[in-house]
T-cell receptor, first 113, second 111 residues
């Protein structure tokens, strides 16, 4: 069974540009989560989907971040326009039920110059 | 403010030795506590997950304990191996479902 996959693995963009990160959860997992780790800090929650619905988006830093999960399968996280402080590693995780183990993807390393 | 504090920040041990990592949290109300292992350049991998009613859970050489009264957890690693070198992250979730991550403990196992 394939694990959680994320694309791209790395992205280097200039300040003001747009970047879209993609996450493919494990097949059948209704719960999908986005997290990020900025330099030197702990991993922080961004948002949680249950199927195509946003269950909790309280961790989204501002309105430059837009997450979608059309059809309840893969999810995208768009940053527009990107700022320097958006640099970090963006992780996606999925689980079948909320209380169960979350399986993390390898992360997308974003560098905004 | 919900917080998760881990100690020590880093730890170096010799192969074959045991070690214990600590996690203190202030998240309330409490739903579950998870320990993850994160290898460099990879995503975290779940080791254990414990709910309020559980006070110990094992996964091979990893044993996690939870004291919900004192809001403390520990992760004990037995007979360490070189492959145990990684960052170990404690994550606490409250009833509102948002997870709070600790900074992690970086473990280095030397031959």
């Amino acid at each position: 069974e394939a694990g959680v996959t994320q694309f791209p693995s790395h992205s280097v963009i200039e300040k003001g540009q747009t970047v879209t990160l993609r996450c493919d959860p494990i097949s059948g997992h209704d719960n999908l989560y986005w997290y990020r780790r900025v330099m030197g800090k702990e991993i922080k929650f961004l948002l949680h989907f249950v199927k195509e619905s946003k269950q909790d988006e309280s961790g989204m830093p501002n309105n430059r971040f837009l997450a979608e999960r059309t059809g309840g399968t893969y999810s995208t996280l768009k940053v527009q326009p990107a700022e320097l402080e958006d640099s970090g590693v963006y992780f996606c995780a999925s689980s079948q039920n909320y209380e169960e183990t979350q399986y993390f993807g390898p992360g997308t390393r974003l560098l905004v110059l | 403010k919900n917080q998760v504090e881990q100690s020590p920040q880093s730890l170096i041990i010799l192969e074959g030795k045991n070690c214990t990592l600590q996690c203190n949290y202030t998240v309330s109300p409490f739903s579950n506590l998870r320990w993850y292992k994160q290898d460099t350049g990879r995503g975290p991998v779940s080791l254990t997950i414990m709910t309020f009613s559980e006070n110990t859970k094992s996964n091979g050489r990893y044993t996690a304990t939870l004291d919900a009264d004192t809001k403390q957890s520990s992760l004990h690693i037995t007979a360490s191996q070189l492959s145990d070198s990684a960052s170990y992250i404690c994550v606490v979730s409250g009833l509102v479902r948002k997870s709070t991550f600790g900074d992690g403990t970086t473990l280095t196992v030397k031959p």
